[in-house]
């Protein structure tokens, strides 16, 4: 089988930048949407990603842009780098991606159905059920889920052999990393279907063989910024000083605060209200803390990278 159509459902911060960067690759890409609100809030990030794109490009083709730091092997390898070439495949991919409010348009030759929607059960489970009658029977879905397994919706998708997760990491064009995980019914043909899509849109894909919440990626991800928060909350150091321990200590270029402010102090929120309910006598770490303190900065406007200001000022 060869994936030409790629439909990504939803047009959030990484749906529009996994539809960018496989239309980047050349793939036809169509990002469904359920309203004209939601035309409206995925167009902007669009055009963010096309001036990303072509500032990205520039950066590479200058001497400070060659450093590892600042190369986006989601857009070129060093060696076959062409700064005129990418730019025109960066304008085509903009140009090119067609957002689509009618689900049965949106997906009546689907090869590939990447769901990138809002963490919410209930919502997944409506979009693979009104889904699973339009879709050709070629067509495999996967889920860019980051904390729901796919085996809780398998059996909605009506076809959960050809049914998996790919989950991408934050700024794929530089991140390029995928991890790809199978759930008990993946059909091992699809599973290796899309480790090969993953490496036609420049991604370097990792297998998850069994369900794990979390990946390889976020499995050890969290518990650095919940020890990060937790040294906090309870009053034994400060952000800058705990994230110089952890990036002088290891050479690693952020620490946990400076994450938290990459990946939003809203998410960060909604990840440590899941544990609230565990009992403090059991919790690894002081929950209630760090909800009332990201509850704060939440509501003073301090969302992180992204307002301007979290941990850090930007």
């Known amino acids: 089988m060869e994936i030409k159509n790629v439909v990504v459902i939803g047009g959030g911060v990484l749906g529009s930048q996994i539809a960018y960067q496989a239309a980047y690759c050349g793939f036809n890409v169509t990002i469904w949407l359920r309203s004209e609100g939601s035309i409206g809030r995925c167009q902007p990030k669009l055009d963010h990603l096309k001036e990303v794109y072509h500032d990205t490009i520039t950066l590479m083709a200058s001497d400070e842009g060659k450093t590892p730091q600042n190369w986006a092997i989601g857009i070129s390898d060093y060696e076959d780098f062409d700064k005129e070439k990418c730019l025109e495949k960066a304008d085509r991919a903009y140009e090119n991606i067609k957002l689509e409010l009618d689900l049965s348009k949106a997906v009546g ?6 769901e990138s929607m809002a ?5 997944k489970i409506d979009i693979y059920k009104k889904m699973a009658d339009l879709l050709p029977e070629k067509t495999v879905i996967v889920t860019n889920s980051s904390t729901l ?19 991408f990491a934050n700024s794929i064009w530089k991140n390029n990393m ?17 480790m090969d899509f993953a490496k036609e849109i420049r991604m370097i894909p990792l297998p998850v063989r069994k369900e794990k919440s979390g990946y390889l990626l976020n499995s050890m991800l969290v518990p650095l910024l919940f020890s990060g ?20 200590g290891t050479g690693a270029p952020k620490g946990p605060f400076q994450i938290l402010d990459t990946v939003g ?10 544990y609230l309910k565990v009992p403090s006598f059991l ?11 990201l509850k704060k900065y ?17």
């Open 149 to 167: 397994l796919p085996s809780k919706f398998a059996k909605y998708t009506k076809r959960p052999n050809k049914y998996l997760s790919l989950h």
């Open 283 to 293: 919790a690894p770490y002081n929950f209630k803390g760090m909800a009332k303190m």
């Open 229 to 248: 928060m937790d040294l906090y909350v309870n009053g034994i150091s400060d952000p800058e000083s705990i994230d110089k321990a952890w990036t002088l």
């Open 265 to 274: 102090l809203t998410t960060a929120y909604n990840i440590v209200s899941m």
């Open 298 to 314: 939440i509501d003073e406007g301090k969302l992180g990278m992204a307002s301007g200001e979290g941990f850090y000022k930007y």
């Open 178 to 194: 995928t991890e790809v995980m199978a759930q008990k019914q993946t059909d091992q043909k699809y599973f290796d279907l899309i």
């Open 109 to 114: 030759d689907a090869d590939l159905i990447i």
């Open 119 to 123: 963490e919410n059960v209930e919502q």
